[in-house]
């Protein structure tokens, strides 16, 4: 940078200096090349909070594992697969709703989708949980009957998933209703918009509850959901806040 604003001082800078001066990544991808691969790490965000935070209901040792491992093998995959393809320039929803209307690429689909469950799941919860916000109590209760019945449908959608998923909290236009997916599967497919979701594949919780799947959702939903997140997402609409 000293050479080109030294150069630039005594008029010796040429015309393809100062547009590599202005662009430095640009000159990497011509028009027909392929597009440059994203910085290594930028799929795996970190986690909005401390790895032993959410003690003793998820350990820090399952978060060593679930974050550290899983949710970076997934990033890794993604950031592997997509490197070179016009897809390495999308948004993630992007990525997953694209990815999933083809059969074709099945494999970013499932490395992409877990890398947004993930991210989303993390916010989801938060440490030593929180109130359920006035500005979300009335849709929860036209469309529950309350808080309590709406933790009710969302541990049943948890408990009977069978084998590894999700279950989510969603809106659909101005109510809102609990559903469930299987592996990778993300209600953004659907175009609903999640607004908390609780990770059921084993990983999520056997360090700490073994096959207990409904003790660890109670738990969950009891003392680290995130109920302002939910909010935010019911105000962002289509776009959740991942």
Known sequence: M???????LT????RRQALLGTAGVLFAASATGPRPARAAGQWLPPLPYPQDALEPVISARTLEFHYGKHHQGYAANL?????????????????VTRS??????????NNAAQVWNHTFFWKSLKPGGCAMPADLA??????????????????????SQ???GWAWLVREGDRLKVTKTANAHTPLEDGLTPLVTIDVWEH?????????????????MD???NWEFALENFRRGQRPAV
């Open 11 to 14: 008029g010796k800078i040429t």
């Open 100 to 109: 999933a209307r083809d059969p074709g690429q099945s494999g970013i689909f």
């Open 204 to 220: 999520a919780y056997y360090l700490d509850y073994q096959n207990r799947r409904a003790d660890y959702a109670a738990a969950v």
């Open 138 to 159: 009335p849709v929860v209760n036209r469309s529950f009957g309350g808080l309590e019945g709406l933790k009710k449908e969302l541990a049943q959608a948890a408990s």
């Open 162 to 164: 069978f084998g590894s």
């Open 2 to 8: 000293n050479n080109r604003i030294h150069e630039t």
């Open 223 to 225: 003392k680290l959901m």
């Open 79 to 95: 950031e592997r697969l997509v490197a070179g393809t016009p897809m390495a320039d999308l948004r993630l929803e992007e990525i």
